[in-house]
Every structure is written in structure tokens, then in C-alpha cells.
């Protein structure tokens, strides 16, 4: 009974979406209305610049934090990956915003910070890597979600539920790239990166 709760208010808390209502209040329309579509970090850097990028992706990493520390100190270790999914879930069919979000990698990245602190500054680390080496920002996404993916799993000691409600989380995230990797895919097929053009603003 106490993890439905814990399911409901993650959910819930991510379906605040907070590129929408900063753009909303900053009166920059709204950012699934613009480049990609997508109601993240990456888009409110192209909306608005580093700053308020910075801004929106520290509020959806704080609450993703904050959440972890929740579980963590109430419910069992098992369990804790599924309040993960359950936040992503919510950034992605955000039950205020017409269930219209973004991919939740902010808010994962986020929620994995307190349950595996050092495989997440890894995943960190791999993203600036990839995309210095790429410039583009779903494909650092794609490298750091695995690697949280697989540090959550290590850090919960190899447990059946926890990593079942990682994996799960896991790929949920990367089918919502899924457009981005079919994009890349016929960039590659044709030897042009026109394709992916659009697809470098869908990051978080």
C-alpha cells in the first residue's frame, strides 16, 4: 500500500513539467511548440539560453533527488527503482500538461544521484564525453542512461525487483528516442547529417 502511494505522488510530482510552466511564466510560449517539440532542458536552451536551461534542469533534477531520498528512507531497497519509473512516467504523460512531456532524463538522472552517487557523476562525466565527441545531445543522453541504468542496478546489490524496475525505466527512456536513433539511422544510411538536424534538440 505504502509503494502505490509512493507510485501515485511520483507520478504526479512528475507530471509538473517544468520547461512549460518556466517558459509559461517567462512568456516564451510553449516549448513543445518549437524545434523539436519536446518539453526539456535541450529546448529551453534553444528557447532560451544556458541560463534558464541550467535552471529548468536543476528544478528536474532536485525533485527526481528528492524523491530517491524519500523512497530510500521509507520503502524497501527493492522497491526504490520503481518510484523511478513511476517519475518518468509522469515527465513523459504528464497528467496537467494533456500528457504531452518531455523523455525524463533530467529527472532520472536526478533520482539516481542519491541511490548510486558515483555511478551518476560517471554518467555525467560519459555525457560532457560523448558529446564533445558527437554534438549531439540525445546520443550523450542515450550513454549516460545506460550507465545509471546499470549503476542503480549494481548500487541495489543485483536484486531481482530493483533491477527489474531499473531495466524497465531504462528502456522506457530510450524509446522515447526512439525517433532520434531512426533519424540517425537514415542520416548514416545517406551519408547526411541533414536528417538529424532536428534531432540535436532532443536531449532531455
Known amino acids: 500500500m505504502r509503494l502505490l502511494g509512493f507510485l501515485v505522488f511520483a507520478y504526479l510530482a512528475g507530471s509538473l513539467n517544468f520547461a512549460v510552466c518556466v517558459m509559461g511564466i517567462l512568456g516564451k510560449g510553449d516549448p513543445r511548440e518549437a524545434f523539436s517539440g519536446n518539453a526539456g532542458t535541450t529546448n529551453v536552451y534553444r528557447l532560451t539560453g544556458r541560463g534558464w536551461a541550467a535552471f529548468v534542469l536543476c528544478l528536474d533534477a532536485g525533485r527526481g533527488a528528492g524523491l530517491a531520498v524519500l523512497a530510500l528512507a521509507l520503502l524497501p531497497p527493492d522497491l526504490v527503482s520503481w518510484v523511478g519509473l513511476a517519475l518518468v512516467l509522469g515527465n513523459r504523460f504528464p497528467l496537467f500538461h ?89 542520416a548514416r544510411k545517406w551519408g547526411d547529417s541533414s536528417p538529424i538536424s532536428s534531432g540535436e534538440n532532443r536531449g532531455k
Open 98 to 186: 494533456g500528457f504531452r512531456g518531455g523523455k525524463g532524463v533530467a529527472s532520472y538522472l536526478g533520482f539516481c544521484m542519491p541511490v548510486a552517487p558515483w555511478g551518476t557523476a560517471l554518467a555525467c562525466l560519459l555525457w560532457v564525453i560523448v558529446h564533445r565527441l558527437v554534438r549531439l545531445p540525445f546520443v550523450a543522453s542515450v550513454c549516460m542512461i545506460l550507465t545509471l541504468g546499470g549503476a542503480v542496478v549494481a548500487a541495489t546489490g543485483f536484486q531481482g525487483a530493483s533491477a527489474a524496475g531499473t531495466v524497465v525505466a531504462v528502456l522506457f527512456i530510450l524509446c522515447n528516442h526512439k525517433g532520434n536513433l531512426i533519424a540517425l539511422r537514415a
